[in-house]
């Protein structure tokens, strides 16, 4: 039975994945600087006076803005990228690439969106809202996990809810994969942003939406995973290997699925927080066995194996406006409870229901 009419998928121009491939970057470029214009490049902060950083191809007429990583991107973010580009110059850049991550990718996608598009970003939150195609835009991860290199949808922090702008046009027009860029992350934050991709796979095959094409992208991602987390011999640099092309698909399994429980609730617990989303999926996904009761034995087998330890007792002390902030945003989230859960979802789902669920974590 179809559910929906299928979409027709916007897929990427074009993908480089291989070690090393970051140095192709300047001859990728070479033929939108033709157009004589400028390039945006947008650095994770986390990259300052490091190595990475003096290997970006950077002409006298391009800009290099700093992105801190600190905090889940917001429309403000975006808006104050948006300004800087129009004040560099009157033209538009000929590109604009993101060099972090998933966070760093999102606001490169959503930016480029923006410098095209009237107004500001928080309006365009939603599905199908931009008009005009972005300029140009190459991403290029260094961590793997969130999928946001491949995914269209731009999720942002907003004055009024956590919410991605997703239409065809946020599909990166190139993105590069280089392993060598992944391999200095520090262990935890490798683990619980490895573990967005393992959750995107679980979520995209457990629910009402999955079709054939999106369950071929998930079920390799979550092997991929499972080769990385659930085997401590497995050298690093394979491991990462593996960790990057488990992202790409499980970002493409998306396509056509859908999140599930854990993003709703997780998107729910960053609102009120501001918790990072590797971390924030990973507390809630450890409460919710009677929804994925397979996928939470594999994680709790992936924390044991990878020494990792969750934060405790971490919703404790909030006020009741923050909890029920954090239950209304999560139940806002009609879409991904739709397909988790059913059409009827909210005759099984109830605010106190996620309420108990917040409590445990
Ligand atoms: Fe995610």
Excluded at 181 to 202: A, N, W
Excluded at 260 to 274: F, I, K, P, T, W
């Amino acid at each position: 039975m179809i559910i929906n009419k299928p979409r027709n998928i916007k897929s990427l121009d074009r993908c480089i994945y291989g070690k090393g491939t970051f140095d192709q970057l300047d001859e990728i470029l070479s033929f939108k600087r033709k157009d004589n214009g400028f390039v945006v490049f947008l650095l994770d902060d986390y990259f300052n006076g490091k190595e990475l950083e003096n290997r970006i191809p950077l002409k006298n007429q391009d800009i290099l803005i700093r992105i801190s990583a600190a905090d889940e991107p917001t429309t403000d973010l975006i808006d104050e990228v948006v300004v800087k580009c129009k004040k560099h110059s009157s033209s538009l850049p000929v590109a604009m690439i993101g060099i972090g991550g998933g966070s760093v990718m999102d606001v490169c996608k959503a930016a480029s969106l923006m410098v095209t598009n009237p107004g500001y970003s928080f309006e365009y939150q939603g599905l199908d809202l931009i008009k005009n195609p972005g300029v140009y835009s190459i991403v290029i991860p260094t961590i793997s996990g969130t999928g946001a290199e491949v995914s269209m949808t731009a999720v942002l922090t907003g004055p009024v809810k956590k919410l991605g702008i997703k239409c065809d046009f946020t599909v990166p027009d190139q993105v590069l994969l280089d392993s060598e860029l992944i391999y200095s992350v520090p262990k935890e934050q490798r683990f619980y942003t490895g573990m967005d991709c393992f959750i995107h796979g679980i979520e995209a095959i457990d629910g009402r939406h999955i079709n054939e094409f999106a369950r071929g992208f998930a079920e390799k991602s979550l092997d991929l995973c499972r080769e990385v987390f659930l085997n401590s011999k497995i050298s690093r640099e394979l491991a990462d290997e593996k960790l990057m092309v488990a992202s790409y698909m499980g970002g493409l399994s998306l396509t056509y699925s859908q999140v599930g429980v854990c993003h709703a609730l997780s998107y729910g617990l960053s609102y009120v927080l501001h918790t990072h989303h590797g971390i924030a999926n990973c507390i809630v996904f450890n409460v919710l066995e009677d929804y994925y009761s397979d996928g939470v034995k594999e994680f709790h087998e992936m924390l044991r194996i990878n020494n990792i330890s969750l934060p405790k007792n971490y919703t404790k002390g909030l006020s009741e406006a923050e909890m029920s902030k954090m239950v209304e945003t999560s139940y806002a989230l009609d879409h991904m409870w739709d397909h988790a859960i059913g059409a009827n979802w909210k005759e099984i789902i109830t605010k106190d229901k996620i309420r108990a669920l917040f409590e445990r974590m």
